[in-house]
């Protein structure tokens, strides 16, 4: 048992029981259980090796569970293609754009849809559709403010305006969870603002989001619900004010108790 231990008076839409990953006889998740409510803001935090980013890839499908279940509105997630269809989508530690090609064009990507068979076969139905997928695009593009760098190429925009474009294509495939990887790794203190100021816009619409993230100021002023790890193990899980306190998180991160 936890010290931290929220309490849900709403049924989940995502629900991790007992989940476990072992890479031979590394545990790099071991018997993690917790529950995000319908458009919940909350983050997974601990410090390096505490295996957060392997409990994305589990949540998002990517690595199969060892044991335990990860569900989403009642239905397991057991491979990338069922989140997708399931409505979770996610950014990367490491950014995962495709450097040739345009920013819109890697908007475009993650709408999918029919965009080669408008260009080739010139079907009405489908340049009408291909229409609406650009516009949509732009939109996405004004959302995190790079309608102007549309046409530029991927690879060549700032590290920081990356973060970004990979945000609005995970936007772009309508998620109801939006899982966000280390979101401000390599930002300065004004893209870190603005990436507040984008996550809180993009909660108010009532996605749920789940983030990793190093940077506690970021965390503990953005988020309701911190999920904390230590040596693939769940220590906490709460209010950011409680948790906060906890004299095992203050361990975890400090070597030592109280802080």
Partial sequence: MTAIEKPHTVAPCLLVEN????????KAVDGVSFAIADGELAAIIGPNGAGKTTMFNLIAGAFPLTCGSVTFHGTPVRSSLAACRLGIARTFQNVRLFPEMTVLENVLV???????????????????????????????????????????????????????????????????????????????????????????????????????????????????????????RKIADGPPAEVREDAAVCAAYLGAAPC
Avoid: C, W
């Fill in 110 to 232: 993650g709408m999918g849809g029919a965009g080669f068979l408008a260009a080739s076969l010139r079907l009405p139905p489908l340049l009408h559709a291909e229409r609406l997928r650009m516009k949509r695009a732009f939109y996405l593009l004004e959302d995190v403010g790079m309608s102007h760098l549309a046409e530029a190429r991927a690879g060549d925009i700032p590290f920081g305006q990356q973060r970004l474009l990979e945000i609005a294509r995970a936007l772009a495939v309508e998620p109801k969870l939006l899982l966000l990887d280390e979101p401000a790794a390599g930002l300065n203190r004004t893209e870190t603002a603005g990436l507040a100021s984008l996550i809180r816009r993009i909660h108010d619409r009532g996605i749920t989001i789940l983030l990793v993230e190093h940077d506690m100021h970021l965390v503990m002023n953005l988020v309701e619900h911190v999920i904390v790890l230590d040596g693939g």
């Fill in 19 to 26: 989940a476990g990953k072992h890479f031979g006889g590394l």
